[in-house]
């Protein structure tokens, strides 16, 4: 059974940085697209970064230039570096992955359970 662990999370004033990562573990054939997206209280779950298996990444317009998201295709995990962090990316962060098993052919998407991310003002 596939799962994905986030960590790295934690208290961060801003202007600070953290890095998470995310590792996907259990009878995986192989790994495809891979992001974070967070979830701050009160609001709906939003995109924050994707990475292809290739390689090539989107942000979202509120972190263009402030985080950069990364992979090791090796290990299966992909990494969220945070820099000059703001009050407001405040939130968790889940990893997602779509992943093809060696009992399923098919792509499948998987979520993590989630790391806390607070940055204090």
């Known amino acids: 059974q596939v799962q994905l662990v986030e960590s790295g999370g934690g208290l961060v004033q801003a202007g600070g940085s953290l890095r998470l990562s995310c590792a996907a573990s259990g009878g995986i054939f192989s790994s495809h697209a891979m992001g974070w997206y967070r979830q701050a209280p009160g609001k709906q779950r939003e995109l924050v970064a994707t990475?292809?298996?290739?390689?090539?990444?989107t942000y979202s317009d509120s972190v263009k230039g402030r985080f950069t998201i990364s992979r090791d295709n090796a290990k299966n995990t992909v990494y969220l570096q945070m820099n000059s962090l703001k009050p407001e990316d405040t939130g968790v962060y889940y990893c997602?992955?779509?992943?093809?098993?060696?009992?399923?052919?098919?792509?499948?998407?998987?979520w993590g359970e989630g790391t806390l991310v607070t940055v204090s003002s």
């Open positions: 997602n992955a779509q992943i093809t098993t060696v009992v399923n052919t098919n792509r499948m998407n998987y």
């Open positions: 990475i292809s298996a290739a390689g090539t990444t």
